[in-house]
């Protein structure tokens, strides 16, 4: 813990406000300062391109940002063979290696360009759920330029803006002792944000959530959607009302169509999804019409098969990026670990921009039967379960299931058999299936609730 978070933590809670506005006065320079308004308007322009314009834009971007890995990038510059090289210089970018995480993840300072020396500097850490987080680093124009994208192209096209009043649910942890629960948010006065903290909504504390909303004037939230979704059901079960909101942009994980229908009921107002990652290492978002939009000017995006071709439109295949927004820390090829399908349907808002039909979930969620199939969005099996609040599928080995829930004191043994009938039913004959009550689910480190841990894959 670093000295001003030992100073936060043994701050009382008028000074843990004050702490945060005075952060929140940094910040909304570092985000909306010189060339911010430029950033949303061009962001705003390219939307119109049409597809060569695209083509154009994109093989120009990436010709300058290879040139520059096969130059001033040690990593690559180490890496790349002179053909992978000389490929580099003329834009080609299929015959170029892809990156897994590891390297990133051990040596992050081996893919700065050794020809700057940016101040300020940001560094993010990624959240995921598997594995040490991996260090990113922004340079104050591509940090408000990833804040700019988010305003033009997910708040904008829901028809709200970072300067309206916002909620949000992230990795911060804003309330130290997760045992107390007198205060579940800190409030940033400066950007009118109120911070919800993941660690501490259950139950009990979910009146404490709404209360804020009406209290600092929320028009809108956006964050974690597991934990939008969690308190949305809070509400709906114990009739609570939350005043009047625009939009919900849930971001983080993925949002199914229950998840979606609850939320939607909770917060009566129009839900949208955004697909990014901690990198910005590829963007998407959901246009007026549904559909989920790829930003052709963020990264360069493929969907591939296991023996590296690209798939087919409607084919689940592995997110595999190369980031033109962020030629600082350049990703080149980037193993996402997340598995999609494009849509070859084009949308009726005009936006000449590839669609994802959709995001199927992350690699390592996914769980495999005996017989060998593969399944994703698994905690279907709590939909329409009204005696769970909570619940977790673990994959132990092949063969064994943990099922861990939080449930309500109308749990009987009739659930237990239709959790597991349900499980039986998606992963055929032959699985041990153990459901275990528990007080509580524990989030991960970056306090995001996990619906599917699997501790084993196929070899
Ligand atoms: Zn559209």
Redesign the pocket.
Known sequence: MSKLDQLYARAPLWLQNGMVSTYGVYWHWARFGPNFEKYVQDFHAREDFSSSEWKAYQEDQLKRLLSICARDVPFYAQRWTDQQKQAALQGDLQNLPLLEKTPLREHPEQFLRRNLRPFPCFKFFTSGTTGTPIATYFTLAENRQCVALREARSANWAGVSFFEPRATFSGRIIQPDPSDESSVYRYNAIEKQVYFSAFHLKPKTATRYVDALYKHNITWLTGYAVSFYLLAKYILDQNLSVPPLKAVITTSEKLTPDMRAVMQAAYRCRIFEEYSTVETALFASE?E?G?L?VSPDVSITEILRPDGTPCQPGEVGEVVTTSLLRSYQPLIRFRLGDLAAWDPEP?P?G?QMPILQEVVGRIEDVVTGPDGRQLVRFHGIFANQPNIIEGQVIQETLRDFTVKVVCTQNFSEQDVADIKSRMAQRLGEGVMISVEHVESIPRTPAGKFQAVISKWHPQ
């Open positions: 246009c019409h559909r939009h949308c808002c936006r």
